[in-house]
């Protein structure tokens, strides 16, 4: 069975330019998490889908960030306009419904940004 | 406000010996906690995890153990061996969902 999917696996880009990360849950699993890890750090929550569906999205900068879950199966993760900042990995994961105590979270490659 | 937290960046340990990292927590509202293992270029997988009805679970070569009281976890790993080499996160689900992850530890085991 394939495991969460992304792509592209880097990318670098001039700071002000838009970026896209898209993402392959494993099939069957509605929600869908993006994470944001910096250098030296763990990941950090940005957005976590239940289906199509946000359910949280508190930690998403909404100024530049936005993600879309359109059929509830991929999703695409946009920063518009990237900011030297932004250069991290961004991780995608997926699980079944329910708490994680009991529903793995299976996580991506991740896709590593470089803003220049 | 780092809720989960891993003091040690990094650990050396030869192989065959015990491997142990730890995890401290702030949160006393935590109580289920995971550890993840980070290859360089792939994403973090599942290891072990603990309740904390629990203070001890065991998997295979991996233990993880749970003192409520100092809110403090470690894993222990014996024999450590060379593919153990990883990034070690500590992990724990706030309000049933959401994984807050600590800062990593850095493990090498060199024969």
């Known amino acids: 069975e394939a495991g969460v999917v992304q792509s592209p696996r880097y990318k670098i880009i001039e700071k002000k330019q838009p970026v896209a990360f898209w993402c392959n849950p494993i099939?069957?699993?509605?929600?869908l998490y993006w994470y944001l890890q910096n250098l030296g750090q763990g990941p950090e929550l940005l957005i976590r889908?239940?289906?199509?569906?946000?359910?949280?999205d508190s930690q998403l900068p909404k100024d530049r960030f936005s993600a879309e879950r359109l059929k509830g199966v991929d999703s695409t993760l946009k920063i518009q306009p990237a900011e030297l900042g932004d250069s991290a990995v961004y991780l995608c994961?997926?699980?079944?419904?329910?708490?994680?105590?009991?529903?793995?979270?299976?996580f991506g490659p991740g896709t590593r940004l470089t803003v220049l | 406000d780092q809720q989960v937290k891993q003091n040690s960046p990094s650990l050396s340990v030869q192989e065959g010996r015990i491997s142990i990292l730890n995890c401290d927590y702030t949160?006393?509202?935590?109580?289920?906690f995971l550890w993840y293992k980070k290859y360089p270029a792939e994403g973090p997988t599942f290891l072990i995890s603990?309740?904390?009805?629990?203070d001890k679970n065991e998997d295979g070569r991996f233990t993880v153990f749970l003192n409520k009281s100092a809110k403090h976890l470690s894993l222990h790993i014996v024999p450590s061996q060379p593919g153990d080499s990883a990034v070690y996160f500590c992990?724990?689900?706030?309000?049933?969902?959401?994984?807050?992850f600590g800062t990593g530890t850095r493990l090498q085991v060199f024969p």
């Open positions: 994961a997926s699980s079944l419904d329910g708490p994680v105590s009991y529903n793995e979270q299976f």
């Open positions: 099939s069957g699993h509605n929600t």
């Open positions: 889908y239940e289906n199509e569906e946000a359910v949280d």
């Open positions: 949160n006393s509202m935590f109580d289920y």
């Open positions: 603990i309740s904390s009805i629990k």
């Open positions: 992990a724990a689900p706030h309000r049933t969902d959401k994984l807050i």
